[in-house]
């Protein structure tokens, strides 16, 4: 399912949708899960950040200033997608029940391949965006640094069928 917006060119429309977009098909062609988002009809607000208890985070950097993208996960989600993409991946079943090294690669990978292939659309509005190399978060004192400088929050929760939900966010500064 590919979210359209609407022609302006906003945060919204311009950086939301394609990285939505492609976290759904890349949930679907890296991991074999069925991911959907209602951004279009979210009626909570956009403008929350809350660390769950692992998160891949990516600096992003555009001419109007710096923020970053943070993938947000609780643990059984996050391991259940690393898996999913390890096994994808090695041509293995990946059944790992904690949050190893492994598996943070995995998320890793799959952040920077849904980086990667956003940033063909963003880069095709005035955002002109370059990101950075992924770090993993995993607990909530390291987490608070996110927050700072941050002027505006932009959160859409992922949902994957019988599997969970996650948060994709864009603190921009």
Known sequence: MELQGALPDTV???ILLPLINE??????????????SDLLGYSDPLDVFV?????????????SGTGKIIMNYDL??????????????????EKSTVLNNDIMEALAEFSNTII???????????????FG????????????????DVKHIYTVPIDIAKTGRFYCSYLLS
């Open 12 to 14: 919204r429309n311009s």
């Open 116 to 130: 990667g292939l956003a940033t063909r659309h963003i880069n095709n509005t005035q955002h002109k965006i370059s």
């Open 51 to 63: 660390f769950k208890e692992f998160a891949v985070c990516i600096s992003a950097k555009t001419r």
């Open 76 to 93: 059984g989600t996050a391991v259940t997608i690393g898996n999913r993409v390890r096994s994808k991946m090695l041509g293995t079943v």
């Open 133 to 148: 190399t992924p770090i993993y978060i995993v607990n909530k004192q390291d987490s608070e640094f996110l927050l700072a």
């Open 23 to 36: 976290t759904i098909t890349a949930l679907n062609t890296m991991a074999d899960l069925h991911g959907a």
